[in-house]
């Protein structure tokens, strides 16, 4: 049930972990993790876990982030897909670019606060998609 839950449900049994992304992986530590008891005092650290996955996987694995959170554990998420991002608690929003680019703090601050930021890339994203009914 706990692959299910964080959109693996096609993986097979005794498939080798060599034929899984980053992404994949990520969730089989993330669904390794929910199958033990929750002490609430958990930090996960995921980088980019919605790799490769449809609109509906990335949808149940945001109830799984946010299952988590409520229970207590604090999540950071490296991540581009904006339908994660508009829905983080707190967002660190690092640039101006990519690469040798960037590593600056641009905004920090919900989702709201950093799409008002003009120097921000993301804001740039984000604003629309927060806008929407």
Do not use: C, M
Not at 102 to 115: F, K, L, N, S, Y
């Amino acid at each position: 049930q706990t692959l299910i839950d964080v959109g693996l449900s096609y993986i097979r049994l005794g498939q080798s972990s060599t034929t899984l992304s980053g992404g994949e992986a990520q969730r089989v530590k993330l669904a390794t993790e929910l199958s033990k008891r929750d002490t609430g005092k958990t930090l996960y650290i995921l980088d980019e876990p919605t790799t490769g996955l449809h609109f509906a996987d990335i949808k149940q694995l945001l109830e799984v982030l946010h299952r988590l959170r409520d229970q207590g554990n604090t999540i950071v998420v490296i991540e581009h897909n904006l339908d994660v991002i508009k829905t983080a608690d707190w967002i660190v929003d690092l640039g101006p670019e990519g690469g040798s680019g960037g590593g600056q703090i641009i905004a920090t601050g919900t989702p709201e606060q950093v799409a008002k930021v003009e120097s921000s890339h993301t804001a740039r994203f984000l604003k629309p998609i927060l806008e929407k009914p």
